[in-house]
């Protein structure tokens, strides 16, 4: 039984990015994103410049895409979890995930990483904190603080925490 020219093409494709995306985290890892060039990332994959175009714009564009996979992920498995009334195991696997990339992480969250991954990382955990908020509504004590506030203080939390817990060498497993 032969396989339709479209499900072949597609493992092509899926290869092809897999092998763009861990290269690019490879050379981020080693040079650090600011001087990371596309030229780098197609040499280290074995692709022609021109493979690389037909997936993305530029080096920002894989990082976009490769974050928005991330996040798609790790929220398809929260929805799943909401639906079944489990715990989201969303949050933890979005940790296994740092945990395992994390030479990327720790680079792209310091300075020779890319402020825009810091200020996107921090939205989508906001944006999950707001999620979370809005599936067990409280009322707000009458001198607290704005929910907007509270739940961009978490995510600025956030990232300071696993800044640390990377910076620290993951002194403790995600579950924790």
Known sequence: MTQKPEALEDLRVRRTRKLLQQAFIDLTVEKGFATLTVRDITERAMVNRSTFYRHYLDKYDLLEQYMNEIYELTEDQSLLAEK?????????????????YADFYRVMLSAKGDP???QRF???TEKRFRSFSTQTP??????????????????YA?????????EQEQPCPPSN
């Open 84 to 100: 079944q009334e489990q715990t989201s195991p969303g949050p933890l696997n979005l940790l296994k995930h740092i945990q395992q």
């Open 116 to 118: 825009h991954f810091t």
């Open 122 to 124: 921090r939205q989508n």
């Open 138 to 155: 409280t009322e707000p004590e009458a001198d607290a603080p704005p929910i907007d506030l509270r739940l961009s203080c978490i995510a």
């Open 158 to 166: 956030g990232i300071g925490a696993t800044t640390w817990w990377l």
